[in-house]
């Protein structure tokens, strides 16, 4: 085998269609566009979405809900979470930093205290946001609250 003797596979190569080069070719005249409407013009583009005229899907759907802007969203961590924190690496104040330590939330997240679950050691705890039911378990074990902001 030698370079003068390379060739394409059989059925590899196809001559290219030459479209709108006169009646003779038979692709001739509109070209193989058809007859008047958008796609037979230039300069056409397919909108995204776009059905022909017909009302789109995403316009025939009906739309509901709301979202405020000003919508703040907590990291929500509960009394168990912290009770195993706690007596697991021996700690008796927990704040924000303790829990980007233990992987529990990152640097941008907001953080409220939930009450699920039974706290039995006194931790100081600091966080942006507490439930009234979590306030009442943390004092009642001789703890203390702080918000943040």
């Known amino acids: 085998m030698e370079l003068s003797n390379l060739k394409p596979a059989a059925g590899s190569v196809h001559t290219k269609t030459r479209i709108g080069r006169g ?3 038979g ?4 070209s193989t566009r058809g007859h ?7 300069g056409y583009k397919r909108k995204i979405g776009f059905e022909g005229g017909q009302m ?13 802007l ?4 907590y990291r ?9 924190l706690a007596s697991e690496k021996g700690l008796n104040k927990i704040g924000i930093a303790e829990l ?12 409220k205290i939930l009450a699920k679950g039974e706290l039995t050691l006194p931790i100081e705890v600091e966080a942006h946001a507490f439930s009234k039911a979590a306030v009442e378990a943390i004092e009642k074990a001789g703890g203390k609250t702080t918000k943040i902001q």
């Open 70 to 73: 000003d919508r703040v969203e």
């Open 56 to 68: 789109p899907l995403q316009r025939r759907l009906p739309k509901f809900g709301f979202k405020p």
């Open 36 to 42: 008047k409407g958008a796609k037979s013009r230039s």
């Open 76 to 84: 929500p961590i509960n009394l168990e979470t912290l009770q195993a």
């Open 100 to 111: 980007i330590d233990a992987g529990r939330i990152s640097r941008k997240h907001l953080v």
């Open 27 to 30: 692709k001739g005249g509109t």
């Open 23 to 25: 009646p003779g070719s």
